[in-house]
């Protein structure tokens, strides 16, 4: 036990979900936070776009934003894509991310932004030096159905995965989540019975822990 205490808590950058933000995602996810406080701190990023007509939460100046598009301005997980855009942006957002407010050691993404961190993987697994990260947690992913973003998915991914996959996801279907866990080498999948949120109960934070402690400084790596 008194190795665990010593060294700094690990550092996530957070990748919130379609039509969320920065601060939207930090609002969700205080359960996750307290959770694995002194063991991981938990950083997150705005996506560059701003997806339009906002709707009811809409502030000016906090619009809801999204890391690629599927058609002009708006997004769907199951849609066969024929010119998606914003993503190569989005990639460039992390890196820059990962430059200025790092270091980090992996990432967290919700939704969209877990879509967007295996693709991360996949390009890290690669040898892309843009993304020095160690691991990634990916809450209610799924694979792009986009043709142009089939190369990521090419070969399995060589990156320490944690997949948490939601049984009564409306948004994200489970079987999704469970198709991106399988482009992984050696995923974890840890399931739960609630829906689209990024779960912290007893059960998911015992799963989140044990991942991490594989990365934690000094943990005979």
């Not at 190795?3 to 995602?25: D, I, K, N, V």
């Amino acid at each position: 036990e008194g190795a665990m205490s010593e060294g700094r808590p690990l550092r996530l950058l957070g990748l919130h979900g379609y039509r969320q933000s920065e601060r939207r995602f930090r609002q969700r996810t205080g359960a996750l936070r307290k959770a694995l406080r002194g063991r991981a701190e938990l950083v997150a990023v705005s996506a560059p776009h701003p997806v339009p007509g906002g709707g009811e939460e809409d502030d000016g100046d906090d619009p809801p934003r999204g890391w690629w598009f599927s058609r002009p301005g708006t997004f769907e997980a199951g849609e066969v894509a024929a010119a998606p855009a914003g993503l190569e942006e989005s990639l460039s957002a992390v890196a820059a991310a990962l430059a200025e407010h790092g270091p980090f050691d992996g990432l967290l993404g919700f939704s969209q932004g877990a879509a967007l961190a295996a693709m991360v993987c996949a390009l890290r697994a690669r040898g892309d030096p843009r993304f020095p990260v160690a691991f990634a947690i990916l809450v209610a992913g799924f694979a792009s159905r986009a043709p142009a973003h089939g190369h990521f998915y090419r070969e399995p991914i060589a990156l320490p995965t944690l997949h948490v996959v939601g049984d009564a996801d409306a948004v994200i279907a489970a079987p999704l989540s469970r198709e991106l866990a399988q482009h992984f080498v050696e995923p974890v999948v840890l399931t739960h019975p609630g829906g689209h949120f990024v779960p912290a109960a007893a059960p998911q934070k015992k799963a989140y822990l044990d991942f991490l402690d594989r990365f934690r400084p000094g943990q005979g790596q």
